[in-house]
């Protein structure tokens, strides 16, 4: 079947660095997206990873492995907009996304 | 209108009425797409249309209906709503027809309570 597992919630500090982690397992992969979703509203896109690495983007930063079934988004210098939930997405061979339930993350002062 | 647009915002619906929620997107994009999402789950897949004229169905596609008149426009449609349709859902799109990853642009969403 498929299967993406993501922490419900995680807690951090203002100016610190977080990883939300990812694993999925899907019929075929097309790429690991990464959502931003805050509280009663859209999810906005953050970033996509289809090749084994590292893509920085600013204080985001997504990482893939393939062969892992493993994916983490790595926020720096955290800010308190960055509260919110993230959502890890696979694409399917059908060029469909499943979605994780999602990580709420909490930033405390 | 910029981007994708949703209809109403939210509505409380009787038990066994007809509902649509709309959508328009202006960017004109291929591939659109009705999700809901129920805390605790993830987005959940609905219904799809590749290009204006065809449809098809996701993950959760019973008891809901969508067509694809034209590029800009895909409604969702509850013929009979029941409690457990109780949601948010959200419209979204991408540029091309399927085939290709892309990235997928939401609306803001329509939270529907079925009582």
Known sequence: ?109 | IAGITQAPTSQILAAGRRMTLRCTQDMRHNAMYWYRQDLGLGLRLIHYSNTAGTTGKGEVPDGYSVSRANTDDFPLTLASAVPSQTSVYFCASSPTSGGSPDTQYFGPGTRLTVL
């Open chain 1, 1 to 109: 079947g498929q299967n993406i597992d993501q922490p419900t919630e995680m807690t951090a500090t203002e100016g610190a660095i977080v990883q939300i982690n990812c694993t999925y397992q899907t019929s075929g992969f097309n790429g690991l997206f990464w959502y931003q979703q805050h509280a009663g509203e859209a999810p906005t896109f953050l970033s996509y990873n289809v090749l084994d690495g590292l893509e920085e983007k600013g204080r985001f930063s997504s990482f893939l492995s393939r062969s892992k079934g493993y994916s983490y988004l790595l926020l720096k210098e955290l800010q308190m907009k960055d509260s919110a939930s993230y959502l890890c997405a696979s694409m399917d061979s059908n060029y469909q996304l499943i979605w994780g339930a999602g990580t709420k993350l909490i930033i405390k002062p």
